[in-house]
């Protein structure tokens, strides 16, 4: 069965690093997500994606991050300048269609640790 | 802002046993609710949902209720199985908000054979 791939699966850096998180989706999929985690809390939605263009985006979503599809099967997640509170499991998902009635595929997650 | 809560953090229940997962809302525009399940070291699936112009949706042994003017669904896995031990997340949205979802915080279900 197709699936959300990611990688890494886990990684640690320093504050102030920046950081890309990766994602292969489905490859019919049209539409791109990015939600987080914190140890703890709830599932939180950053963005979506949709023809290479930011369709919506959260609060938390600033200017630190930023997203790419810089070819035709990846979707990345870039931290410009992490933060201890950027801690968090990031899930990237995708869908066949947009709307919210469409199931999302979800990866397995990117567990980010900022020291 | 808990505009989705899972007041549960974790849920045991014997073998057999009916498993009800409880998620209260409190934003009156929340109109389409979903479940998903995750198991450790994966990713969330989704595993039903159901909009606000039914009070109950069913699929196999998973069924979820709806009551509107409580703001609360719940989950019935009935019979519970050991293989449904994992965390199960309650997500709502609102028209107009396209495709954010709000989450809880997951409640971790373990059955016990």
């Known amino acids: 069965e197709p699936e959300v791939t990611q990688t890494p699966s886990h990684q640690v850096t320093q504050m102030g690093q920046e950081v890309i998180l990766r994602c292969v989706p489905i490859?019919?999929?049209?539409?791109f997500y990015w939600y987080r985690q914190i140890l703890g809390q709830k599932v939180e939605f950053l963005v979506s994606?949709?023809?290479?263009?930011?369709?919506?985006k959260s609060e938390i979503f600033d200017d630190q991050f930023s997203v790419e599809r810089p070819d035709g099967s990846n979707f990345t997640l870039k931290i410009r300048s992490t933060k201890l509170e950027d801690s968090a499991m990031y899930f990237c998902?995708?869908?066949?269609?947009?709307?919210?009635?469409?199931?999302?595929?979800f990866g397995s997650g990117t567990q980010l640790s900022v020291l | 802002d808990q505009q989705v809560k899972q007041n549960s953090p974790s849920l045991s229940v014997q073998e057999g046993r009916i498993s009800i997962l409880n998620c209260d809302y409190t934003n009156s525009m929340f109109d389409y609710f979903l479940w998903y399940k995750k198991y450790p070291a994966e990713g969330p699936t989704f595993l039903i949902s159901i909009s606000s112009i039914k009070d109950k949706n069913e699929d196999g042994r998973f069924t979820v209720f709806l009551n509107k003017s409580a703001k609360h669904l719940s989950l019935h896995i009935v019979p519970s199985q050991p293989g449904d031990s994992a965390v199960y997340f309650c997500?709502?949205?609102?028209?107009?908000?396209?495709?954010?979802?709000?989450f809880g915080t997951g409640t971790s279900l373990t059955v016990i054979p």
């Open positions: 490859s019919n999929h049209l539409y």
């Open positions: 997500a709502a949205s609102a028209q107009g908000t396209g495709n954010q979802f709000y």
């Open positions: 998902a995708s869908s066949e269609k947009g709307g919210r009635y469409e199931k999302l595929f």
């Open positions: 994606f949709y023809n290479n263009e930011i369709s919506e």
